[in-house]
C-alpha cells in the first residue's frame, strides 16, 4: 500500500525546520489550514534561468514515450501516461515543500505507483475535489482502446469501478476524451459525435446519451477533447478531429460552433474567469484564444512549432494569465496572455512570450503548471521509425540522437 504523498513529505520534513504562521507566509508560500491547500498567488521570475531539479528518465526505455502530466489538483503527486499503456505516480519531492528551494543537484525520480491499462490508453483525468487527505476522493480515470473506463485509487492503484459503453454491435466502445464536471458528480466521455454521461457514483454501463450533431447543428467527428466553464454552471465544450469546437449548455442543446482550427483538435482549457478558450489542433502551431463574450472571435494567438499528429498538451496556470506549451524542438515557451501584439501577416493579435527555454531533445508533448508552487513538469518522447527498415544491419545507434522519453520538474522562480 502506498502511503498519503502530502502526509509523507511533510513528515520527512527536517525536525528542526521552523514553519511560519499563516499571518508570517508571503503570498508564495505553503499554507495548510484545515486539511486543505489555501494559497493567495504564485509568484514567479521570469527573469531567472529555469532550474531542473529532477528527472525521471530510467521508468522509461528506448520506445517508451510519454504522452503528457498532469498535476494532482491538490499539488502532491504528478500523473503521467507513456506509451506502454501505464500510468504512473510521481510524489511531489520533499525539497519543494520549504521556500525557496534548497535542491542543488539534478535527482532522480521513481514512480510511487503504476496503473496498467491493457490497451493504449487515450485519455484520463484526475478526479476534481481530489486530496490526499481525503482518501475517498483520491482517484482518476482513464480510459483505454477497446476498454471500459477504469477508475483507479490513487493510492493501492486497485480499480474501484468501471464505466462501460457498447455500441450497436453490443461491443466494447472506446472514449476519445474524459472530463469531470467541476463538482464531480457526473462524468463526460466523448465517442464519435456522441457524448456520454456517466453518474460517478454509479458503475455499469447506465449512461445517457447526447449526439453532438442534431438538426439545430453541431459538431461531428470523434470528440477528442471536452471541458467545462468554471463559472457558468452546465456549460462545456467539445473539440472535435474534425477541426471545431462546440459549446453545449447543461441539457445538451447547442449554443455556438467555433471553426478556425488548422488541424483536429487535441486539447481545449477555459481561463479561470470562464470568458476565454484556449484550443490546439495537432500539425497546427497555433493555440487560439476565443472570446466567448464574443463567440467567433479570436482575441490572439500563440504560436508553438507542432509537427506531429500526438496530442501536444498545454497549460494555463492558476491565475489564467500564463500559457505554456511544449515544443516540436524540445522547447518550452511561456506566454504572458494579458501582452499581447498585432501580427504583420494575419489580423489577428500574437501573444508575447515571457520566457523560453530549452527542456529536452526531443519533442515536449506534457506541460503542468504546479496549481499553487512556481514548478512545471514537463514530459517528452515520440514514436521513433527507422526509415530503411530493410537494412538488417541498422542497430540502435542508427536511432536519432535526439530520442528521450522523460518527466522533468522545473522551477520558475
Not at 492558476?318 to 506549451?325: A, E, I, P, Q
Request: hydrophobic fraction near 30%; include cysteine.
Amino acid at each position: 500500500e502506498v502511503a498519503n504523498p502530502l502526509e509523507e513529505k511533510l513528515q520527512q520534513q527536517p525536525e528542526e525546520t521552523e514553519v511560519d504562521t499563516p499571518e508570517e507566509q508571503s503570498h508564495d508560500q505553503l499554507q495548510l489550514s484545515s486539511g486543505c491547500v489555501e494559497v493567495e498567488a504564485v509568484q514567479y521570475d521570469w527573469e531567472a534561468d529555469a532550474k531542473q531539479f529532477f528527472l525521471a528518465r530510467k521508468e522509461f526505455e528506448r520506445g517508451n514515450f510519454l504522452k503528457g502530466c498532469k498535476w494532482s489538483p491538490d499539488g502532491s503527486c504528478l500523473l503521467t501516461c507513456s506509451n506502454d499503456n501505464c500510468l504512473r505516480l510521481f510524489n511531489l519531492p520533499h525539497h519543494f515543500y520549504s521556500f525557496p528551494f534548497q535542491q542543488t543537484e539534478l535527482t532522480e525520480m521513481s514512480a510511487v505507483l503504476r496503473m496498467k491499462e491493457a490497451e493504449p490508453i487515450y485519455d484520463y483525468c484526475w478526479y476534481p475535489a481530489m486530496h490526499s487527505s481525503y482518501p475517498d476522493t483520491c482517484c482518476l480515470v482513464s480510459s483505454a482502446k477497446d476498454q471500459p473506463i477504469h477508475m483507479f485509487d490513487a493510492f493501492t492503484g486497485a480499480i474501484r469501478g468501471s464505466y462501460c459503453s457498447f455500441n450497436h454491435l453490443d461491443e466494447v466502445a472506446s472514449a476519445y476524451s474524459l472530463a469531470f464536471t467541476p463538482d464531480g458528480s457526473q462524468l463526460y466521455c466523448g465517442f464519435s459525435q456522441l457524448i456520454r454521461v456517466f453518474d460517478v457514483s454509479g458503475h455499469g454501463r447506465v449512461a445517457e446519451q447526447r449526439p453532438t450533431v442534431t438538426h439545430h447543428g453541431g459538431i461531428s467527428g470523434i470528440i477528442s477533447s471536452i471541458g467545462f466553464n468554471p463559472t457558468q454552471a452546465g456549460v462545456y465544450a467539445v473539440g472535435s478531429y474534425n477541426k471545431s469546437v462546440a459549446l453545449y449548455s447543461s441539457d445538451g442543446s447547442i449554443v455556438c460552433v467555433l471553426q478556425g482550427q488548422c488541424g483536429g483538435v487535441t486539447h481545449m482549457l477555459f481561463s479561470p474567469d470562464g470568458n476565454r478558450l484556449y484550443t490546439g489542433g495537432r500539425k497546427d502551431s497555433e493555440i487560439l484564444c476565443w472570446d466567448l463574450r464574443e463567440p467567433g472571435r479570436v482575441l490572439f494567438k500563440a504560436v508553438r512549432e507542432v509537427e506531429t499528429n500526438q496530442r501536444i498538451y498545454f497549460d494555463l496556470d492558476r491565475s489564467g494569465r500564463y500559457l505554456v506549451s511544449g515544443h516540436h524542438s524540445g522547447q518550452v515557451t511561456i506566454w504572458d496572455t494579458e501582452n499581447t501584439r498585432p501580427c504583420s501577416d494575419s489580423p489577428d493579435n500574437i501573444a508575447q512570450c515571457v520566457k523560453e527555454f530549452p527542456a529536452h531533445t526531443d519533442t515536449v508533448n506534457g506541460v503542468s503548471f504546479h496549481p499553487f508552487l512556481p514548478l512545471l513538469a514537463t514530459t517528452c518522447g515520440q514514436r521513433h521509425f527507422l526509415f530503411d527498415s530493410s537494412n538488417d544491419s541498422l542497430d540502435d545507434s542508427d536511432l536519432s540522437t535526439s530520442e528521450e522519453n522523460s518527466v522533468a520538474l522545473w522551477s520558475l522562480s
